[in-house]
Every structure is written in structure tokens, then in C-alpha cells.
């Protein structure tokens, strides 16, 4: 089968690979819709998880299952599925203690596209079916849908670190499609204003759709210098960082207010440290928490993420900018995403 991958750290291409064996507990899988995502550029052109070799690439995306290993109980060929980016393994001691997205290790539920072969191919296989996948409920849009295999737990997941309230005022550092998915996830939670960071005129737009109310480039100045102005020096209760780079959590920590918190989702893809500015952290004393966090994949999040789609809650399809057809085009997917064209936001490939 063909499969498109990760041939070394820079470079891509296709190759032929024996189409794989299913697991006892796992699935075997065809592609309905998929999406290539920033990590994916981290990976390949940054080498910021290290050497790899002919490592298929992808972890976002809808699929319908073409067999199931013996022990899987609540799936069955036909079945059409969500897959989550982060696919842990249920029955560690990590996910025991809650932190299934580092299963066996740190990060060791991020498998496709990082320590196991991903999704762009003819045939992708998923570790553990009962506890990983989630049925596309009828009706879902599957392009819609493969923004929940990571778009939309990710963003979410920085409020959740943040811990976002009622009321809290919000800066979403970051708008591209994870971003993007922040403010919403921010606004789902109760934020107030949301003061959201980025520049493409598409993103921007869409912040506002989903319920930034004030946008900040910082192409202009720095943000917290622009925060601290539009918030009467007080600065914000939560910063939620899906975007820039180590110097960004400077600016974060300057633009918090005393006992708030930060809530990381950005892949740090070059860098060797992250500097906190000593004065503004409150001499180590300022109560401003920063958290980073890997998102939680898994079954359950899938279905209650899914549940908003249903429900009208949540409505990813404005991430999706560009439409393309059949696997070949997941190489131009790709690109679109390494070059971030202005009007791109996420671009998805249809099967
Ligand atoms: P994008 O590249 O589409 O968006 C990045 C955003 O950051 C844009 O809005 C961009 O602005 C803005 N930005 C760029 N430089 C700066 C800067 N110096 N200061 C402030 N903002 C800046 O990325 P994605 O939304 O696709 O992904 C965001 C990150 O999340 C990536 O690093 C990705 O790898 C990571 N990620 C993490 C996961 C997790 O589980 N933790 C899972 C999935 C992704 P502009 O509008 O000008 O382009
Ligand atoms: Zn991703």
C-alpha cells in the first residue's frame, strides 16, 4: 500500500508499505477525511522529536473500520470512527493516575506520526478500538469531524490547564485553527473578554466568529505591552498560548495578573529554554501558574467532543479553508500547512 512519510528529518515522500497486521485489541482502518497538522511540520522540517525514518505521517481524521482484532467488543467492519491524535494505552499506570497522553512515557500516547506510523496511507492501524475510537454519529460532517482528532481537544485543552471561569478575562496567544478551537473553548467555559493574538485576516475573522472580543497583532508591539494598555494595566486572569515561540512566555507571564494561570499547548519545535521574567513572575513569588500539556485523546473525549458538534455547540466547519480530494493531495496539504498561505486556516483531504 502506499503511504506518504517522514523518509528523514527535511524530507517527505512516498513508499510502499505491506499493509499492517491487526493487533488483538486494535483495528485496521481506511481513510475517509484527513488532515495534516502544524506538529506534522515540527516533526518533518524542525526535527524537534528527533530522527525518524519512513515514519508515515498524520494523526487526524476519519476513517471506516475494514477489520478488528479478536478482543475488540463495540466496533465492526463498516463502522465509521473518529480518531483521536493521542491514542493512549488505557491500562497503563500513567492513565491510572490521569495523564493517559504520557501512557509508558512521556508523550507516549501521541503514537501516530511520532513513535508508530500514522494516517496517511491506504490502510492505518489503531492501538486499542474499545478505547480509543468513537463512532461518527450520523449526520456529522466528516470533515467537520476530523477537527475533533486534535484541533478541538487541543484548544480545549488550554483552557483546561488554565483553568478557565466564569467571567475571567482571556488572552489567546495564537490564533490558527488550535487557537482558534482555545477561543471557543474559552468562551464554551465563560471567559469574558478575550483578547486574541494573530494576524492572518481569515483567523481573525473567524476569532471573532467563535468570540474574541478584541484582536492583537503582534506584529505591532509586544502583547503584553498591548494587553496591559486595553486592560487598564491590570492584565488578564488566564493566558492561553497556541502559538509563537520560547519568548512568548515572557510575555505571557508580564501580562497575568497575580494568582492566574497559563495554559500551554504550543509544540516547542526550536529552543533550547524558556526564560520567566523574573520581576513580573512576582520575584517567585506572584502566584502566576504556567502549565503545558500535552492533549487527552481517547474515546471519551471523542464522544462528548462530538456531542457539540450534534448539539449545534460547536461548529469546526469554519476551520476548514481548503477542500482537496483523494491521498495523493495530502503532500499539498502538507505544504499549504508548512507555508501558511494567508488565507489558510486548515486545509482537509476527502477520500
Ligand atoms: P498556526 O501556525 O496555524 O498558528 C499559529 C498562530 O500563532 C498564528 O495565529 C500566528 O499568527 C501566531 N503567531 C506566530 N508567531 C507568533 C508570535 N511571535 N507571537 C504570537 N503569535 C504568533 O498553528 P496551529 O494552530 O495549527 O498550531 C498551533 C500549535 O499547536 C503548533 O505549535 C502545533 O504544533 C501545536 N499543537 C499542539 C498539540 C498539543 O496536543 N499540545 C496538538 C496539535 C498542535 P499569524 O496569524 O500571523 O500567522
Ligand atoms: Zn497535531
Not at 494516517?119 to 461518527?136: I, K, M, P, Q, T
Not at 489567546?172 to 473553548?185: C, D, E, Q, R, T
Given at each position: ?34 488532515a ?12 524537534a ?47 491510572q ?10 508523550l507516549?500516547?501521541w ?7 500514522g ?18 454519529p ?10 475533533l ?11 483546561e ?40 485576516p481569515n ?14 497583532s ?87 467532543l ?46
Open positions: 500500500m502506499k503511504a506518504f512519510v517522514m523518509k528523514k528529518i527535511g524530507e517527505t515522500g512516498w513508499v510502499e508499505k505491506p499493509v499492517p497486521k491487526c493487533s488483538p485489541m486494535g483495528a485496521l482502518l481506511k481513510p475517509i477525511a484527513l495534516p497538522c502544524t506538529s506534522d511540520v515540527h516533526t518533518v522540517w524542525e526535527g522529536v528527533g530522527e525518524r525514518t519512513d515514519l508515515t505521517l498524520g494523526h487526524e481524521g476519519v476513517g471506516e473500520i475494514i477489520e478488528v482484532g479478536p478482543l475488540v467488543k463495540d466496533f465492526k467492519p463498516g463502522d465509521k470512527v473518529i480518531v483521536p491524535a493521542i491514542t493512549p494505552d488505557w491500562n497503563s499506570l500513567e492513565a493516575a490521569g495523564f493517559s497522553m504520557h501512557s509508558g512515557g512521556m507516549g500516547g503514537k501516530f506520526s511520532n513513535i508508530a506510523d494516517l496517511f496511507s491506504e490502510v492505518f492501524h489503531v492501538n486499542d478500538a474499545d478505547g480509543n475510537l468513537a463512532l461518527l450520523e449526520g456529522v460532517d466528516p470533515a467537520a469531524a476530523t477537527m482528532s486534535d484541533m478541538v481537544p487541543t484548544g480545549f485543552h488550554a483552557s490547564l488554565a483553568d478557565v471561569k466564569y467571567g475571567d478575562t482571556v488572552c489567546v496567544i495564537g490564533i490558527g485553527p488550535v487557537g482558534l478551537m482555545a477561543v471557543a473553548g474559552a468562551v464554551l467555559r465563560g471567559a469574558s473578554h478575550v483578547f486574541a493574538v494573530g494576524t492572518r483567523c481573525v475573522q473567524v476569532a471573532k466568529e467563535y468570540g474574541a472580543t478584541d484582536i492583537i503582534y506584529k505591532e508591539g509586544s502583547i503584553d505591552s498591548q494587553v496591559l494598555k486595553k486592560t487598564g494595566g491590570k492584565g488578564v486572569d488566564k493566558v492561553l498560548i497556541a502559538g509563537g515561540n520560547c519568548d512568548t512566555f515572557a510575555e505571557a507571564v508580564r501580562m497575568l495578573k497575580p494568582g492566574g494561570a497559563i495554559g500551554n499547548v504550543n509544540y516547542l519545535g526550536e529552543g533550547e529554554y524558556i526564560k520567566i521574567p523574573r520581576a513580573a513572575w512576582g520575584v517567585g513569588m506572584g502566584h502566576k501558574k504556567i502549565v503545558g500539556g500535552l492533549m487527552p485523546g481517547g474515546r471519551l473525549r471523542m464522544e462528548k462530538v456531542s457539540l458538534l450534534v448539539t449545534g455547540r460547536l461548529d469546526t466547519s469554519k476551520l476548514i479553508t481548503h477542500r482537496l480530494q483523494g491521498l495523493e493531495s495530502i503532500e499539498a496539504a502538507l505544504m499549504l500547512m508548512k507555508d501558511k498561505p494567508r488565507d489558510l486556516i486548515k486545509p482537509i483531504v476527502l477520500l
